[in-house]
């Protein structure tokens, strides 16, 4: 079993819809949590960034973490064609060597529509 | 540049060839990562520097691979004896001092191993 679970997709949906992108894991001692973008041939871009359990804002997304099911969420609100892209959580222990030392999920799919 | 920079972009070589991957981290990060993403799957850590020295290199996965950022910049990594299993996105990121999982990839380089 991987550390980090995702449900590849792939995920269509049409413009307007909110979008719900979720992911599992299994080390208790994760404690950030990150959602990264990836377009076709690029690198991946930072989304999202959280810190413990709880939920972030910025504009049409939210984050959600919740650590005591060990659960990863990211919404995105009134989906855009340009939202069209692979969907990566993310995830690190605390401190020291452990910074940008990510475990990934397998990314999701998505395709928004006109 | 303004990014974090990788080249060459796309690399074809025959199996058994010494490849050579570079990265040139964006100024003032002195943490540098290298990971590797195989087709539909999220990224793989490798190895992490920490200015010239590499502070972890757990994720290597064999003494064919080893990297170097002899002056605290820009990183080489090198695969010796490439595999077909080696054919994969190679991408380089960088870390601004202070940040836990905040990096900033490049573009990557692009291996394929005939």
């Known amino acids: 079993q991987k550390e980090v679970e995702q449900d590849p997709g792939p995920l269509s949906v049409p413009e307007g819809a909110i979008v719900s992108l979720n992911c599992t894991y299994s080390?208790?001692?994760?404690?950030?949590f990150m959602w990264y973008r990836q377009y076709s041939r690029k690198g991946p871009e930072l989304l999202m960034y959280t810190y413990s359990s709880g939920n972030k804002e910025d504009g049409r997304f939210t984050a959600q973490v919740d650590k005591s099911s060990k659960y990863i969420s990211l919404f995105i609100r009134d989906s855009q064609p340009s939202d069209s892209a692979t969907y990566l959580c993310?995830?690190?222990?605390?401190?020291?060597?452990?910074?940008?030392?990510?475990?990934f999920g397998q990314g999701t799919i998505l395709t928004v529509h006109p | 540049g303004a990014g974090v920079s990788q080249t060459p972009s796309n690399k074809v070589t025959e199996k058994g060839k010494y490849v050579e991957l570079r990265c040139d981290p964006i100024?003032?990060?002195?943490?540098l990562y290298w990971y590797r993403q195989s087709l539909g799957q999220g990224p793989e850590f490798l190895i992490y520097?920490?200015?010239?020295?590499?502070?972890?290199d757990s994720g290597l996965p064999n003494d064919r691979f080893f990297a170097v950022r002899p002056e605290g910049s820009v990183s080489t990594l090198k695969i010796q004896r490439t595999e077909r299993g080696d054919s994969a996105v190679y991408l380089c990121?960088?870390?601004?001092?202070?940040?836990?999982?905040?990096?900033?990839f490049g573009e990557g380089s692009r291996l394929t191993v005939l």
């Open positions: 993310a995830t690190t222990n605390a401190g020291g060597t452990s910074y940008g030392k990510l475990t």
């Open positions: 100024s003032g990060h002195t943490a």
């Open positions: 990121a960088s870390r601004p001092p202070g940040s836990a999982g905040e990096l900033f």
């Open positions: 080390n208790s001692a994760f404690q950030y």
């Open positions: 520097f920490q200015g010239t020295g590499a502070a972890d």
